[in-house]
């Protein structure tokens, strides 16, 4: 059992949230693919079309390009004015847990939030007289478990692509051979902007990446996550088999590298840092760069 440590200004919150969507305007709202194909599912429309219409980034962020609404900022496009979130039973973790924040150091677990007071107290007023619940209640009220287990399987999954990274680089023989270029690709990758690391995957990858077509698997997020990881290392596999030359296990690991930090992206990692620590790692094993 994890540890669940709650840090926070106030222990109780609001029972419910308002039409108002102080939570719905000028946020950034990161994606899983699993959170991908919930939305896609809310809005009755394939996953290819959500993300295309309503993503940025090949599907990891939400589009907040909707009409100004609180404090001026523009709204989720997902956001109905009056109306609030038009695919609130399929909405993402980050919402669910607003105004918390999530964070997870190795098997412990902690709900965090800054300043001194919570916004939608103060920028949603029909909330301030509602009942109020202890934290604890209020993520249980949000079903915020499923979510948890996703981003949690998918962080795992994010590993793995790494791993195959390494793998690449460091069991191949292209460490051996004294290669510098590879390392050099995982750091730019590291430093890039989530739009300019997406246009570096192919088209194919960022597919096999955010669109898995594993709807029929979406109410259980753990067997999606292992279907989906199952998918990626068969395609990787044949894709991969046949390249033996430098530049073909060079391209190979930065590929593998960059699918593994766009995801983290999409997961709310801090993607330089994760890159730096595995090309860390990958020096003390004899890669240079």
Aim: hydrophobic share 40%; proline share 6%.
């Amino acid at each position: 059992m994890s540890a669940v440590t709650v840090v926070l200004a106030h222990d109780r919150l609001p029972l419910t949230c308002s039409r108002s969507g102080t939570c719905c305007h000028g946020k950034m709202v990161w994606l899983s693919p699993w959170e991908l194909a919930c939305l896609a599912h809310s809005k009755g429309i394939e996953a290819r079309a959500f993300r295309d219409r309503y993503c940025e980034f090949g599907g990891i962020r939400l589009r907040f390009d909707g009409p100004p609404g609180w404090k001026g900022l523009p709204a989720c496009s997902q956001f109905v004015p009056g109306a609030g979130c038009s695919v609130h039973p399929g909405r993402p973790l980050a919402c669910r847990l607003y105004p918390l924040g999530r964070k997870l150091l190795g098997k412990d677990v902690e709900y965090i939030h800054d300043g001194e007071t919570f916004p939608c107290l103060a920028g949603c007023a029909e909330v301030v007289d509602l009942p109020h619940m202890t934290v604890e209640d209020y993520l249980a009220g949000q079903a915020v478990g499923p979510g948890e287990a996703a981003q949690d399987a998918y962080l795992e999954l994010m590993q793995q692509l790494a791993d195959g990274a390494f793998v690449l680089l460091l069991e191949s023989g292209l460490a051996a051979s004294g290669d510098k270029k590879t390392l050099r690709g995982w750091r730019e990758l590291g430093r890039a902007h989530p739009k300019e690391r997406a246009a570096r995957i192919p088209p194919e990858w960022m597919d096999r990446l955010m669109l898995p077509a594993l709807d029929h698997l979406r109410d259980d997020p753990v067997a999606f996550t292992k279907a989906h990881h199952d998918q990626l290392q068969a395609a990787a596999q044949v894709e991969f088999a046949s390249r033996g030359s430098k530049d073909d296990l060079r391209e190979a690991s930065c590929l593998m590298m960059a699918l593994a930090l766009h995801l983290a992206r999409g997961l709310g990692s801090d993607v330089e840092h994760l890159a730096d620590r595995w090309i860390t790692t990958a020096k003390k094993h004899g890669a240079r760069e």
